[in-house]
């Protein structure tokens, strides 16, 4: 536990202007980002006696070893760099919500020739047209099966497409008329895209225009005596206005607005927020965080507004955001959403009427949110805090496990030996932080070796991440060739100048930086002895280890004969078993993909300088990996981009490697001509 005042900026140092300030740990890690109007006014309230601040604060202030700060010119600016740093460098003591799902949004591929209709989850991508985000799923299919009897835009896949237009004939979407088969040529591409297009404009709100016109169509269509005409189209005007029904009206006025609503305890804090376009709701969501941090509903609305709208640009900034509360920099706030979508955006807490009526129903929603959340979670936390204490107790180490470690080794008869590092924290994965390895040390299988090999490669990242960033002195004897930079005969090798970019302690998380407080070993006692000896040979004396053994789940210390046998009913031996279970499923994927790249290999690939590119254009030439075999020099140089060097490169390749045996249809036991584009040499 650090004391703030050791690293407390001296007096008139820090800037009375706008800024964004960073703290940051022993280990250079981003704990936590603000911005102020006056660094100087905010960044003292940090460093007055720790009595006198929040539990979190103090929290805080005691972890972090160092403050830093940028000044900038407005406070909108510090606004943009404040959620530019969050999203960066993930700061453990930041509110950050957090989703309980993956929300679907209903989208228009209008970046495509023929553009579709489609479900799609996860990151916006440039040129889509996205409505939403949904609740389910189903509700989007839903409201698309009522809309493609009037919009048949195309909503199959790009296989489907490309198969349909090989064969001619279109899916059956195309026969009962809910898809206008552009695959087949039933429409231009331009009629297909105004199609897609008049789809969003009903999307969008704008369906007034579209049923009056279709009404009067019907009426023009029944006067003329086209009774099956109007027939069909008094049926689309009914689908449309079903699907319509689907979002009732809330706001009389065709408002385009979101109305964020908070719910929130000492702890956690849940945010609703519900999506209102042409005064229908076409979409809601939620968040959940921890308050990591002291903040007020203010802080939490302006962190809400900041996810929510920190990739958007737009149309998908309304006009109108409706909050429980202002943030304190509102107005700066409100031009930050105005540049993001290019016009004026009203930020304003509604009053009465409508609005603050709806503004009360997405607060009771917010409500039930975080106690289904409290609900789910109190079991959450209390079984994870047992499961590390159980731990601690069973292993004897001084306190729970905080950040464990867990090493498996995978191979397949001993051929691409590769190893997995997963990493769990407070009793839950961090998979950005997991790590897969190549055993280089020897060939052939030998899980002892690897695991010695794997735990010392990593440790001795550890360490070399330690001494340069000066968490421990060096050695005076010691003097690497980028120590002194003054002197002109000392010069950075390549290696230095390659990972130069690397070096810079921007707070960001570094690769094996961080020790854990528990090893644990897929395996016994041979294993949990490897891992041992390798922290040994590095001098690392303060990490646990341990082995769970698969036959009889057993848990094996460096040192001891007998196992330490936990409880089958243990929540301590459930969670060792869930942290040895997702190293294993990582390294044998890892294995799988490795194994899959050999196979595919070619003797193409020892080619020097042949790129894909021009694999698969010899490929193409010739038509298959035989013919190519059977070419001369001559006939290979005749493929474009293709000289005669690399021409005789190819040949000796091919003269090395060993043909391939014929394949062999196994119900006929024909011998099937290798003639396809495959590399599978």
Not at 80 to 97: A, C, G, H, M, T
Not at 232 to 238: M, P, V
Request: net charge neutral.
């Amino acid at each position: 536990m650090a004391d703030p005042s050791s690293y407390r900026p001296k007096p008139g140092q820090i800037p009375d202007s706008p800024g964004v300030y960073r703290f940051r740990d022993d280990h250079r890690r981003v704990i936590y980002v603000g911005k102020a109007k006056s660094l100087r006014q905010r960044l003292a309230n940090y460093f007055q006696d720790l009595a006198g601040l929040h539990p979190r604060t103090r929290s805080m202030v005691t972890t972090a070893a160092s403050v830093e700060w940028t000044v900038v010119s407005t406070e909108v600016e510090a606004l943009q760099l404040e959620y530019s740093w969050i999203k960066e460098y993930d700061p453990r003591f930041n509110v950050k919500y957090r989703d309980d799902k993956s929300y679907p949004f209903l989208a228009v591929t209008l970046n495509e020739e023929f553009p579709r209709v489609q479900v799609m989850r996860g990151a916006k991508k440039k040129g889509v047209r996205y409505f939403g985000p949904y609740g389910h799923a189903w509700a989007i299919r839903e409201t698309v099966d009522l809309m493609l009897r009037v919009f048949p835009v195309r909503t199959c896949s790009a296989g489907v497409f490309k198969n349909a237009a090989r064969t001619g004939r279109p899916c059956l979407l195309g026969y009962i008329g809910k898809c206008s088969a552009p695959c087949v040529g039933r429409v231009t591409p331009e009629e297909h895209r105004e199609l897609a297009e008049e789809f969003c404009d009903f999307m969008a709100g704008r369906t007034g225009t579209y049923i009056r016109r279709l009404e009067q169509r019907m009426t023009e269509a029944a006067e003329e005596m086209e009774y099956e005409k109007a027939g069909r189209l008094r049926d689309d005007i009914g689908a449309l206005r079903r699907a319509m029904e689907k979002n009732a009206v809330v706001l009389a006025d065709a408002t385009d607005a979101d109305l964020i609503a908070v719910a929130e305890d000492e702890l956690e804090a849940a945010v609703q927020i519900f999506h209102v376009r042409g005064g229908r709701v076409r979409g809601q969501r939620g968040w959940v965080t921890d308050k990591v941090e002291a903040v007020e509903t203010a802080g939490l609305v302006e962190h809400a507004l900041q996810q929510l709208y920190g990739e958007e640009s737009g149309d998908a900034v309304p006009k109108e955001v409706l909050v429980p509360a202002l943030p304190e920099d509102a107005e700066a706030v409100a031009q930050w959403l105005s540049e993001r979508r290019g016009s004026q955006v009203s930020l304003r807490i509604p009053q009465r009427g409508d609005k603050k009526d709806l503004m009360a129903t997405v607060g009771r929603n917010a409500q039930q949110s975080l106690v289904l959340h409290k609900t789910k979670r109190a079991s959450d936390l209390t079984t994870r805090s047992r499961a590390l204490e159980e731990i601690a107790e069973a292993l004897g180490l001084d306190s729970a496990p905080l950040r464990i470690e867990c090493f498996d080794i995978s191979h397949l008869q001993g051929d691409d030996v590769v190893a997995s590092m997963v990493v769990f924290e407070d009793g839950l994965a961090r998979k950005g932080e997991y790590r897969r390895f190549q055993i280089k040390g020897f060939e052939g299988q030998d899980d002892v070796r690897s695991m010695h090999e794997v735990i010392g490669r990593r440790f001795r990242r550890y360490l070399q991440e330690k001494e340069r960033t000066g968490e421990w002195p060096e050695e005076p004897e010691r003097r690497d060739r980028s120590e002194d930079p003054e002197d002109p005969s000392v010069g950075p090798g390549p290696l230095e100048r390659l990972e130069q970019a690397d070096r810079e302690d921007d707070g960001r998380p570094k690769r094996f930086a961080y020790p854990p407080q528990l090893v644990v070993v897929d395996g016994g006692q041979p294993q949990v002895a490897a891992a041992q000896r390798a922290l040994d040979e590095l001098g690392i004396d303060d990490v646990a280890v341990c082995g769970l053994a698969k036959r009889l789940e057993e848990v094996w210390v460096p040192g001891e004969s007998d196992p330490v046998v936990l409880p089958r009913s243990s929540e301590g031996l459930y969670l060792l078993q869930r942290v040895r279970d997702e190293a294993h499923r990582f390294a044998i994927t890892y294995q799988r993909v490795k194994r899959a790249k050999r196979v595919r290999s070619s003797p193409l690939d020892d080619v020097p300088g042949l790129g894909e590119s021009r694999k698969q254009s010899l490929i193409k030439h010739f038509g298959s990996v035989k013919k190519l075999r059977q070419a001369t020099i001559d006939q290979i140089c005749e493929v474009p981009g293709v000289g005669r060097k690399t021409a005789e490169s190819v040949v000796v390749a091919f003269a090395k490697a060993a043909p391939a045996a014929p394949a062999v249809n196994t119900a006929t036991g024909e011998i099937m001509e290798d003639d396809g584009g495959s590399t599978h040499d």
